[in-house]
């Protein structure tokens, strides 16, 4: 199976909360990251935690790690139309080479 | 500056052409990526340069040919490529402090990705 794992797509309607779910199989993964990438463009950072972590949250964006269940969340408050992207997770390890690897990415729609 | 530039964004080229991609960034990181990206699918690793040298090569066919001239550019040289090679081509860059792979770097391995050349081969 994949190292990384997201579900497709996802889809809700604008002002609601979006969560965007995540699976990895590296016990030794030391950072998560949510990165999204809007149509034709290139992939942006969104946010980062590390695995001692269990929350971290920044302005709309809250991500929550389960390292026992290797289960990784990323929950858009107020979900606006710009939303709509498609979002990464990856994981990089401390055991590998520090470069990140990536799921398939979910596709977010927001209808208004 | 915080961006990585990708030029050209859009490059169509026959199968017998020769053609380059590049990448620059002026943030003083000193690891660089290059990336293929299918439609729905996530970026695949091609090759990685730490401090200007090649340091992982993901098994990428010859026809594909990197070059790094200096810490702030990123080439990759295309020859003789296949239809099935047509996608995104992303590059991205990140810090010194985890560009050093494999030798016990630590902290988040922030990639900053530049917005990508769509390569079409006919």
């Known amino acids: 199976g994949e190292d990384v794992e997201q579900s497709l797509f996802l889809s809700v309607r604008e002002g609601d909360s979006s969560v965007i779910n995540c699976t990895y199989t590296?016990?030794?993964?030391?950072?998560l990251y949510w990165y999204k990438q809007e149509p034709g463009a290139g992939l942006q950072l969104l946010t980062y935690i590390f695995s001692n972590m269990d929350m971290k949250q920044d302005q709309r964006l809250t991500v929550l790690l389960n390292k026992k269940d290797k289960h990784l969340s990323l929950r858009i408050a107020d979900t606006q139309t710009g939303d709509s992207a498609i979002y990464f997770c990856a994981e990089s390890s401390s055991g590998g080479s520090y470069i990140p690897t990536f799921g398939r990415g979910t596709s977010l729609i927001v209808h208004p | 500056d915080t961006e990585v530039t990708q030029t050209p964004k859009h490059l169509v080229m026959g199968m017998t052409n020769k053609k380059s991609l590049k990448c620059e960034q002026h943030m003083g990181h000193r690891a660089m990526y290059w990336y293929k990206q299918k439609a729905k699918k996530p970026p695949e690793l091609m090759f990685v340069?730490?401090?200007?040298?090649?340091?992982i090569n993901e098994s990428v066919p010859s026809r594909f040919s990197p070059e790094c001239p200096n810490s702030s550019l990123l080439n990759l040289h295309l020859h003789a490529l296949q239809p099935e090679d047509s996608a995104l081509y992303l590059c991205?860059?990140?810090?010194?402090?985890?560009?050093?792979?494999?030798?016990?770097?630590?902290?988040?391995?922030?990639?900053?990705f530049g917005a990508g050349s769509r390569l079409t081969v006919l």
């Open positions: 991205a860059s990140s810090q010194e402090r985890t560009a050093r792979l494999g030798q016990g770097a630590s902290g988040a391995n922030v990639l900053t």
């Open positions: 590296d016990s030794s993964s030391t950072y």
């Open positions: 340069y730490s401090y200007e040298k090649l340091s």
